[in-house]
């Protein structure tokens, strides 16, 4: 698209689709024309598995905390409320929620498997 064409969206996250994936993880997306936000509520005990994306990713904990595990090396990393963990794209990563946590996920360009309902891994 155009930017000189492009029209603002706004939107409210409680107006939006709450997918449920796999345990008790749900999401809500926004798309632009570059990035994503995905705003993922995870319940104690839910996992992410081992994953990787072309995608960069901001991870924002606003509540709860994630335990992440990065990198072939398999580095832990627990990210609390108020922090922010950036993926760069193409490492693997995983996570385990320590508590029950509400993160925004940022990504560019927008996930494809995402949006296509593709990502097996979290299904």
């Known amino acids: 698209m155009n930017q000189t064409n492009a029209r603002p969206q706004h939107h409210a996250w409680a107006d939006l689709e709450e997918e449920a994936l796999k345990g008790t993880i749900t999401r809500r997306l926004i798309t632009g024309d570059a990035m994503m936000i995905a705003q993922i509520v995870l319940r104690r005990g839910d996992t992410v598995p081992t994953h990787a994306h072309p995608n960069e990713q901001i991870t924002y904990i606003i509540s709860g905390a994630l335990k992440f595990t ?8 627990i990210v609390r409320a108020g922090e922010v963990l950036v993926i760069p794209a193409n490492l693997p990563h995983a996570a385990e929620a320590l508590e029950d946590t509400l993160d925004l996920d940022v990504f560019s360009p927008p996930r494809e498997d995402w949006l296509a309902k593709t990502d097996a891994y979290l299904r």
């Open 70 to 77: 990065l990198g072939e090396e398999r580095t832990e990393k």
